[in-house]
């Protein structure tokens, strides 16, 4: 009996014992597999993965994304600048059509106040050739008055000529004179008052002009 049992654990120390001989090889083996170049290891563990591209391969691929993502980068900058350049048209588009509105709007108003220009003249007559102050000479210097400084406000702007040194640009000179109060090439007389209209010249001072 005791020969029997003698022998059961001897069986068992032997199975215990080849077991670890088959986990330390397999652990060798194991060890070997790691072992050696690193880039055969990295392909091994690829091909393991399902991997087939070779070292080689992969450098390539990744030149590939870097050309493209270089590409990409290229393309965005130059979308971005092409992006702030229409801003900045459409920003001068912008500031230049209320530009046209306003100077549309001016020249419509210097029409009309150049179309006033011939009353307003004859109500000077009028005022200046009144002899008598009564009332209605006061209304009329009154009406005259008020549609001056109405018109001044819009802009309107009277030319000064008698006495000023003749200027072409402002000044039409109607005949020149001999006077000796007066140097040469300055305003006698002014024949009919000139006008300006926001800094722009609406109608010149006709004038006399000493030679």
């Known amino acids: 009996m005791e020969n029997k049992i003698d022998k059961e654990k001897e069986l068992s120390r032997e199975e215990s014992m080849d077991e670890d001989n088959l ?10 597999e790691f072992q050696g170049d690193p880039k055969k290891i990295r392909q091994k563990d690829l091909e393991k993965r399902g991997f087939e591209e070779s070292s080689e391969e992969n450098n390539i691929f990744e030149e590939k994304l870097a050309e493209e993502f270089k590409n990409l980068q290229e393309e965005k900058e130059e979308l971005f600048s092409r992006l702030q350049r229409l801003q900045a048209d459409f920003d001068n588009y912008r500031k230049r059509a209320r530009m046209e509105r306003f ?16 009353v307003i003249d004859n109500f000077e007559r009028a005022v200046n050739s009144a002899e008598e102050e009564g009332g209605f000479v006061s209304g009329v210097k009154m009406i005259y008055k008020q549609l001056n400084e109405t018109l001044e406000k819009e802009g309107l702007e009277p030319i000064q000529a008698e006495g000023e040194t003749f200027d072409p640009h402002i000044h039409e000179a109607v ?3 001999d006077s000796p109060d007066h140097q040469e090439n300055i305003v006698v007389e ?5 006008y300006k209209f926001k800094g722009k010249l609406l109608r010149p001072s006709m004038v006399k002009v000493a030679k």
């Open 23 to 32: 986990t330390n090889e397999n652990v060798n083996e194991g060890d070997e």
């Open 190 to 194: 002014e024949l009919q008052k000139g």
């Open 103 to 118: 100077e549309a709007a001016d020249n419509a108003t210097a029409e009309l106040v150049k179309a006033l220009l011939p």
């Open 175 to 177: 005949m020149q004179v």
